[in-house]
């Protein structure tokens, strides 16, 4: 299950968060606005359990007291259902959401998808939201190894 309000690939600091609904690997329905007078930390990541993908929400989770501590939600969206979800998460212990977007619509209402030789394919990119849901940073060059760093370096601005 999927909606968005507000969309397009061409988001910018200052901008609406665009809306949606998303189901996690526990079949729970995240909504951005559940998180209204929160940071969020939206990270869009292209596939459960590659080295990548391991790397950066292994990253998160390490950080996690720290990033919650510093009033930040993280969310994690990728194309992978909910059974994947679940696998991955248990795997590496992650304490936070993974967002199935198998629509994809998710991902390219925030421009988290390119054609590459004509088919959709992921790609890693966080947004940070601020309380009122408006786009604060974007991460479009996210260092999967050290992505909590990036988003602290923002916070502490």
Do not use: W
């Amino acid at each position: 299950m999927f909606s968005f309000l507000f969309g397009g690939t061409d988001l910018k600091i200052g901008d609406k968060a665009p809306s949606f609904e998303l189901k996690d690997g526990n079949g729970k329905l995240h909504k951005l606005s559940d998180y209204k007078g929160k940071n969020v930390a939206l990270y869009f990541y292209p596939k459960d359990d590659t080295p990548g993908c391991t790397a950066e929400a292994c990253n998160l989770r390490d950080n996690y007291t720290l990033l919650q501590d510093s009033g930040v939600v993280i969310l994690g969206v990728s194309y992978d259902d909910s059974t994947s979800h679940q696998q991955f998460s248990k795997k590496y212990n992650l304490p936070f959401p993974l967002l199935s977007d198998t629509e994809t619509e998710v991902s390219e209402a925030y421009g988290a998808k390119r054609i590459l030789t004509g088919i959709f394919m992921p790609t890693r990119i966080t947004y940070l939201i601020d309380k009122d849901g408006t786009i604060m940073h974007i991460f479009d060059e996210v260092e999967s190894a050290n992505h909590t760093a990036q988003i602290m370096s923002v916070l502490r601005k």
